[in-house]
């Protein structure tokens, strides 16, 4: 199952709203999770099952969508959002990602 | 806390051979399934293996099969990549990560590990 995030970068500001997509080649229900990675650092997972925030992480992180249309929504970009951001589908095997959206200070 | 180290990375000549260990604490290995993934420098995220509880299934990503072998020792609470004929294309870092997997209804790769960085050259 290949995934097509868009857009694969984005500039934004402090406080912007963002949206960014992941497209499925075939449906997958809800199977699917958002990551945040820093340079340097593991991925981060932000949301799982398309919508369900992951615990810890920040109410401004949100996610919606089921079978091949999916968003990441971050209501309210704040300075340690910026970062590379990847879908991910867990429908079956062999689980793949999106190609990432880096996300940038404008 | 939970914590997953990985380590093992290391330079190795093509055509090589190098084995990832990923120590597990915190959370119960012996009934979590495992997986490991690789990034490429500057690059993407790929998945690589998947291994269940009881090491009694195991999956892999095409580029691998045949090459790579995942295991489990659950009395030690780790987890292994056996990596053979290793080529350029498998320089990466790599993670572990816990598979949480609760009867199809909930899938969740919720703790990773702070990689270990293979590089394959000559």
Redesign the interface.
Known sequence: IQLTQSPSSLSASIGDRVIITCRASQAITT?L?W?Q?KPG?????LI??ASTL?NGVPSRFSGSGSGTDFTLTISSLQPEDFATY?C?Q?NN????????TRLEIK | EVQLLESGGDLVQPGGSLRLSCAASGLPFSTSPM?W?RQPPGK????VS?ISAGASST?Y??SVKGRFTISRDNSKNTLYLQMNSLGVEDTAIY?CARYYYISGA?????Y????TLVTVSS
């Open positions: 199977f999770a990551y990675q650092k593991a991925p981060n997972l799982h099952a992951q990847y991910q867990l095997y062999p689980i793949t990602f999106g190609q990432g | 997986s993934f993407g995220l790929e998945w998947t999956y990503a095409d993670y909930q899938r969740l790769f919720d990773w590990g702070q990689g």
